[in-house]
């Protein structure tokens, strides 16, 4: 792929340290059942990003993991940084476009069970003619943001964790004359229901 068309896709995931991810979902079934699931959100991540032809980055919530399941041949491995996650997004994004060089890059979660290759793919395809792409959450927020150049002031001044997230950021994005494309609205693994609705669905 010429360097022109260079594509990045950036996995930001949670260390899976019991009592620490999944904590909506640890309220109905316990911390130990929580780390569990989120361990095949996890796998089932990884598996979908395997085979896309981008280059791929794991970027990590509080430390680098060197022997875990993401292989460093495949995966680059980082640390994110920042006070909340808009910065840590913003930080990650800067990390591709600090050599100024055209990149198409595309940032996911590890949370959302119904995110498929395919729209990874669309996401890539939908940055070809515009500046920006985003995964509209049921919940309010986005499971899936890329850009084309590098436009880091989409993730300030946002009430992160709120119901109020993607429209925030839309709205800034309007006023900043951004061109963008939204992708098919998909539910994250937030509750035991949302489990229950993915959960047959997931790749084995």
């Not at 904590?23 to 780390?35: F, H, I, N």
């Not at 990884?46 to 292989?71: G, P, Q």
Request: hydrophobic fraction near 40%; include cysteine.
């Amino acid at each position: 792929m010429p360097e022109t068309e260079k594509r990045t896709i950036k996995i930001f995931i949670k260390n899976p340290q019991k009592g620490r991810v999944k904590t909506r979902l640890a309220a109905s079934v316990g911390d130990e059942q929580a780390l569990l699931i989120y361990k095949e959100l996890l796998n089932y991540t990884r598996k979908i990003v395997t085979h896309s032809s981008a280059a791929k980055e794991v970027w990590y919530s509080e430390f680098v993991d060197l022997e875990d399941n993401w292989n460093a041949r495949v995966f680059k491995k980082k640390l994110q940084e920042g006070i909340d996650l808009g910065a840590r997004m913003k930080n990650a994004f800067r990390d591709s476009y600090k050599n100024k060089k055209p990149e198409s890059v595309v940032l996911i979660g590890s949370d959302c069970a119904e995110l498929t290759e395919g729209i990874i793919s669309r996401a890539f395809e939908s940055l070809r003619g515009s500046d920006l792409v985003f995964g509209p959450a049921k919940d309010g927020g986005y499971y899936l943001v890329g850009m084309s150049k590098y436009i880091p002031e989409i993730f300030d001044e946002i009430a992160w964790s709120t119901e109020r997230v993607l429209n925030q950021t839309l709205l800034k994005v309007k006023l900043l004359n951004h061109s963008f494309v939204l992708l098919p609205e998909l539910n994250d693994v937030d509750t035991i229901e949302d489990w229950e609705k993915v959960k047959s669905t997931m790749i084995q």
